[in-house]
């Protein structure tokens, strides 16, 4: 089977291009794509996607429902992707889908996303102060999404895109411990 990247390209660039270079388009397109993908990551939903008595236009009716339980009103060009995806099997690439989506209007806008992980929670200042010294390194603005993870023991540990950056004391003690025993 092709990888989900392949699968996923030509329905992010669709959505993309129906975008039409609009920024705030882009943006709420992106967000719904990621509410879509949270949906779409279900095993029970992708269960019921998958019975053949099923049609694509129930799993379509499901989802849109569910999304509009949750506040989501489906943009027609969310909904038209949906339903492209749906038609032809798919739904399992819709996370896929919506992560290229989302790396494409990021570089429209010239930002990336962050994944920053920091042993404790981080206040509004120190996150401020975080970003502007790591949108110097990176060279690029930034869109941070802060996780806890205890287990770096303290410092933190920024993903952007395939690079990493990584500052914490478990990476130390990891180096540390190659060294000794070299």
């Known amino acids: 089977m092709a990888e989900l990247a392949t699968i996923a390209r030509p329905y992010a660039d669709a959505l993309f291009k129906a975008a039409g270079g609009n920024a705030a388009e882009g943006a709420r397109l992106k967000e719904q794509m990621a509410a ?3 949906l779409a990551g279900d095993a029970g939903l992708r269960d019921f996607a998958d019975n053949p008595k ?8 499901l989802v ?5 339980q949750k506040g989501l009103a489906l943009d027609v060009k969310a ?9 032809n099997g798919r739904l399992s690439a819709l996370p896929e889908i919506a ?4 790396a494409l209007v990021n570089a429209q806008g010239g930002v990336s996303d962050a994944l920053v ?6 206040d ?3 996150l401020s102060d975080t970003m502007a010294a790591l949108e110097k390194r990176f060279g690029r603005r930034l869109n941070p999404k802060v996780v806890v993870e205890p287990a770096l023991i ?11 950056l990584d500052t914490s004391v478990k990476a130390r003690l990891e180096q540390m411990k190659a060294a000794l025993t070299a």
């Open 54 to 61: 099923v049609s694509a236009l129930q799993v379509f009716d």
């Open 154 to 164: 303290g410092g933190i540990r920024v993903t952007v895109g395939d690079e990493v």
């Open 64 to 68: 849109a429902g569910i999304a509009l």
């Open 124 to 126: 509004a200042a120190q």
């Open 79 to 87: 909904a038209n992707l949906l339903q492209a995806v749906l038609d």
């Open 36 to 38: 879509l993908a949270a």
């Open 117 to 122: 992980e920091s042993a404790f929670p981080l």
């Open 99 to 102: 992560a290229q989506f989302g």
